[in-house]
């Protein structure tokens, strides 16, 4: 079903493109300040998390240019929740196509995963700016940042499409996920550098295909200070999450792909 | 021989009757009952139950049957929507649904903006929506409203947009859904012109209605479907005369509510067409028509032939006070014959029942006579159909008004 031949053809790119853009074009409708807002819910947000975590709590003293730390952690972050919660409804949210076209119904995850996705690419300008701003090196790890947004994407389109199919069946669903996310968001080193939690625990927590993402990220992007995936104290622990992806893509398209001729008649 | 475009192999549709999300306290519940006895399940619904048929390529088909018989559920597994539960569909060609016009149309975009993403979905490449778009806003009559926000439009406006969208289509397969159930009466004549052209352009169309008359105007073949079984296949004409039949006794135009009142001196027993083959004649015969009694006892009495519309009000009468007056039939059986006079009644699908009143010429004009017994809908009695075929051009209505104008 999801082959890359069928999403790349014409029609299906057609399609793509009208639903993504459809998205942008509504989301600030009726907002003085229009497509403005997509960069400047980020910045306040991050205003907010700097004076509280920065300049009252403290907590990244010795990290060097933690601002840039902080924010890149944020920034993966929110595209993670947006992406998977957007996807989630995403289905249901279209019934009214599902019900009357027969169009490809992983598109519609797709749209609202790319629609994340274009969000996330202004929030990077911002992160990018901020971090020449900061004084932050260039660095030659930097070219390996595609690779982790795309292994980032990855993750949220696997779990997008197993959320996206539960949901049609069982609106508890999204409640779950909010608890789930919850739980992962401070399970995951984004508001506190990793190194402020016991050293035995570290290693477990980067388990966690989040954990690792954000960490490598800041490794690449901020300091080389950073405990990433191959530096963290137990080896094959590198290749954990990395595994995790491949099961979750594995399991999420042979759902979606079971599930899905039935979504018109079950939304 | 044509080739088949499209083919129905054995098709049921069997549906959930829990609709909407379970929740998942009731599933880890449902276990339970596993455990206790194996439930018998009754909470399915059976939409379609075992349908073949198939549509040869060129073909205007049409699938009629009454709400709920299952029609539109056909439809939506003929395009994918729904997948059947057993069986399956071949189609052998590229197929566009008009399930619905303006699918995904989004309020808060302009116009323009939607033709684009409808177009989208129906499967239009942007090129060619951008080679097409000037033909789309002159056929929807639109060219100063595609900057406006469609929520702003009338619904009339945005109709006509997704339908000019719609009709773009190229495919070899249209599935129509009743299309012409919307719109004024001068956007349904675009919509048949429209059906009239791709006919001619040897397109298949699978066509979804409960117009009888455009059946039996465009379409070559048909299928009938109640309560998800297939009725009857074959020639339109004969579909259309057996949903009539079928329909004549149906609830929903609450018919045979009255029961016919009883008496000693006068009984109706039928009324007949004579001539015309299964009620079909065309705009330009005469009719005739049979009516037989039984008198009990001799009395005057007056009778009244009339044409009920399809949904049983009366549309028009004859009395035979207009040629004898008054009637005294002897003792025992009779037949009287009525002709109705052709170039009176337009093309459509047309009842004829009878009354039979007693006479008395003594009786003042607001005062009516005594009804003895009659043959109408109303009254549960089966009454014979007639089909007027072809239409005048400049005629429209149930019948053909004599007039003149001067200027």
Redesign the interface.
């Known amino acids: 079903m999801i082959k890359f031949k069928n999403i790349a053809s014409v029609k299906n790119r057609s399609i793509l493109r009208e639903m993504v853009a459809t998205d942008f074009r509504v989301r600030y409708q009726g907002s003085v300040l229009g497509y403005a807002w997509s960069v400047l819910r980020p910045l306040f947000l991050f205003a907010i998390l700097y004076v509280v975590f920065v300049k009252f709590l403290k907590v990244g003293n010795g990290i060097p240019h933690f601002p840039v730390y902080l924010l890149s952690g944020i920034i993966l972050w929110t595209f993670f929740v947006e992406a998977t919660s957007s996807a989630m409804s995403s289905i249901v949210g279209r019934g009214d196509l599902i019900k009357k076209i027969n169009i490809p119904r992983y598109l519609v995850v797709l749209s609202s995963l790319f629609s994340a996705l274009i969000n996330l690419f202004l929030n990077l300008i911002i992160l990018f700016i901020f971090a020449i701003l900061s004084h932050v090196p260039l660095q030659g790890s930097w070219l390996l940042i595609p690779l982790l947004i795309i292994e980032l994407f990855m993750l949220s389109l696997s779990l997008g499409f197993i959320l996206s199919a539960l949901f049609v069946k069982y609106r508890d669903a999204s409640y779950i996920w909010e608890v789930l996310l919850q739980g992962g968001f401070y399970a995951t080193p984004i508001l506190y550098p990793l190194a402020r939690i016991p050293f035995k625990f570290q290693k477990y927590l980067m388990l966690n295909p989040l954990a690792q993402i954000v960490q490598d990220f800041r490794w690449c992007f901020v300091t080389h200070q950073t405990t990433n995936s191959w530096n963290v104290s137990v080896k094959y622990f590198t290749i954990f999450p990395i595994l995790i992806i491949i099961i979750l893509i594995i399991v999420a398209t042979k759902y979606f792909k079971a599930q899905s001729p039935y979504f018109a008649e079950n939304i | 021989m044509q080739e088949n475009i499209i083919e129905v192999n054995k098709v049921t549709k069997v ?1 959930a009757k829990q609709s909407g ?4 306290k009731e599933k880890f519940l449902g276990l339970e009952k596993v455990f206790t006895k194996k439930q018998k399940n009754n909470n399915s619904f059976v939409a379609l139950d075992n349908i073949s048929f198939s549509v040869k390529k060129g073909e205007f088909f049409g699938i009629v049957g009454r709400n709920g018989s299952g029609k539109s559920t056909l439809l ?1 597994i003929l ?5 059947p539960s057993k069986g399956s569909v071949t189609i052998n060609g590229s197929l566009t ?1 008009f ?2 016009l303006g ?2 149309f ?1 309020p ?2 302009s116009g323009r ?1 939607n033709v ?2 409808n ?8 090129k060619q929506i951008i080679e097409m778009y000037d033909e789309i806003v002159e056929f929807a009559e639109l060219e100063n409203f595609m900057e406006e926000k469609l929520k702003n439009y009338s619904s009339g406006m945005q109709v006509r947009l997704a339908f000019s969208v719609a009709i773009r289509a190229k495919s070899d397969i249209l599935l129509i859904d009743e299309v012409l159930a919307v719109g004024d009466a001068a956007f349904q004549r675009k919509c048949f012109d429209v059906f009239k052209k791709i006919k001619k352009e040897g397109k298949t169309v699978v066509f979804v209605t409960h117009d009888m008359g455009a059946v039996q105007e465009f379409c070559d073949r048909a299928i009938m479907i109640d309560s998800g079984k297939l009725v009857t296949i074959g020639k339109p004409r004969e579909v259309a005369l057996k949903y009539e039949v079928a329909n004549s006794g149906s609830q929903d135009i609450e018919l045979g509510k009255n029961s016919r009142p009883i008496n000693s001196d006068l009984a109706l027993k039928g009324v007949a067409l004579k001539g015309a083959k299964n009620g079909f004649l065309k705009y330009n015969e005469d009719v005739t028509l049979e009516v037989t009694l039984e008198a009990f006892k001799k009395i005057s009495i007056q009778l009244n032939l009339f044409i009920l519309k399809r949904d049983g009000t009366y549309l028009t009468g004859y009395n035979t006070i207009k040629d004898v007056a008054p009637l005294v039939p002897d003792i025992g059986i009779h037949k009287l014959t009525c002709r109705i006079e052709k170039n009176q009644l337009n093309k459509g699908v047309y009842f004829i029942g009878v009354a039979a009143y007693t006479y008395d010429a003594s009786l003042a004009k607001d005062e009516a006579p005594v009804l003895l017994d009659i043959l109408d809908l109303a009254y549960g009695t089966k009454v014979p159909m007639i089909t007027v075929e072809d239409n005048s051009k400049t005629s429209n209505g149930e019948f053909n008004l004599k007039a003149e104008w001067k200027l």
């Open positions: 549906f999300a379970k929740k998942i939506k395009a994918g929507v729904y997948s649904p399930i619905e699918v995904g989004n808060e975009l903006n684009f993403l177009g989208a979905l129906l499967g239009f490449t942007r």
